[in-house]
């Protein structure tokens, strides 16, 4: 499967991340991307060995890891909530998704 655009391996620095400092003044410069947690507390523990009434946050099995790593490697490229949130649902299926992320995600503009 092909990543978003925007996510794609490109020749030269990535795209200075829509949610970083130069667009919200407020945030400091070294503060942690909180994407990387915001994903792992909205996706299931769906990877293999992984306990499926829990988030993906709290499992450390090694699809759970490899996962995880997909996801910081495209919210380090540039990708936003919604381009890492339909990567996965297209990849893995909305059942990665927790109940709340499915109910939230299905309130969504199309």
């Known amino acids: ?3 978003p655009p925007m ?3 490109s020749q030269g620095e990535p795209p200075a991340s829509p949610h970083g400092v130069e667009r919200n003044p407020t945030v400091q410069e070294n503060a942690p ?3 990387h947690s915001m994903f792992e507390q909205a996706l299931a523990g769906f990877p293999s060995g992984c306990d499926k009434n829990k988030t993906l946050a709290v499992c450390e099995t090694p699809a759970a890891l490899a996962v995880k790593a997909e996801i910081n ?3 380090e490229k540039g990708a936003g909530p919604r381009q890492v949130f339909d990567y996965i649902v ?3 299926g909305v059942n990665a998704l927790t109940k709340e992320a499915q109910r939230i995600r299905s309130m969504r503009a199309k």
């Open 1 to 3: 499967m092909r990543l």
């Open 33 to 35: 991307n909180m994407g």
């Open 73 to 75: 490697s495209m919210v």
């Open 90 to 92: 297209n990849k893995y």
């Open 7 to 9: 996510v794609e391996e």
